[in-house]
């Protein structure tokens, strides 16, 4: 007796399941309005830091304030996902100052020289304090320079722009 072919609703259900489910790390699944599901949906932030550490910082504050977040830990990475139509759907750009290869400026630069990119705030994050930097990166259309260590209320103030 042949065995009975499975049924395709099953498999489509259970990939379904797959894509949907969220991975270790993912902001947690909680009911929300269909209003609360499109403003969060709107609101996915790009976090670029060589340093692992200072990704995790960001990140974890971005997600706090239920942003979606995805990290890279290079400029050239962040461009190269940018321009491919990767990331179509980034309402900002958080980046690190000072990392090797690109900066986070000359990322700033491209970004507001592209026709496809230039609407996106980008926010320039350092360690260093350093005034004619921080003007630099005004005048090239920077949102933003924040000091590290990043605060709650720094991000606060600065998705308050971006809704």
């Known amino acids: 007796m042949a065995a009975a072919a499975p049924s395709p609703v099953p498999a489509a259900i259970s990939a379904a399941a797959k894509v949907a489910s ?17 403003e969060q949906e709107e609101m996915h932030v790009l976090a670029v830091d060589d340093s692992s550490v200072d ?10 304030s239920k942003y979606r977040v995805t990290t890279v830990d290079s400029a050239t990475r962040a461009l190269e996902l940018l ?3 990767l990331l179509p759907d980034v309402s900002m750009i958080i980046t690190d100052y000072w990392m090797p290869g690109m900066t986070g400026y000359e990322l700033l630069k491209r970004v507001k020289e592209s026709s496809q990119l230039k609407e996106i705030p980008v926010v320039i994050m350092s360690s260093e304090n350093v005034p004619n930097r921080i003007s630099r990166c005004l005048e090239e259309g920077a ?4 000091l590290k ?11 308050s722009r971006i809704r």
């Open 22 to 38: 969220p991975k270790a790390g993912d902001r947690k699944v909680v009911p929300v309005t269909a209003a609360d599901e499109v």
């Open 55 to 64: 990704r995790a910082v960001i990140a974890k504050i971005l997600r706090s």
């Open 83 to 85: 321009c491919l139509g």
């Open 143 to 146: 949102e933003d320079f924040l």
């Open 149 to 159: 260590p990043v605060r709650p209320s720094d991000v606060s103030r600065l998705c």
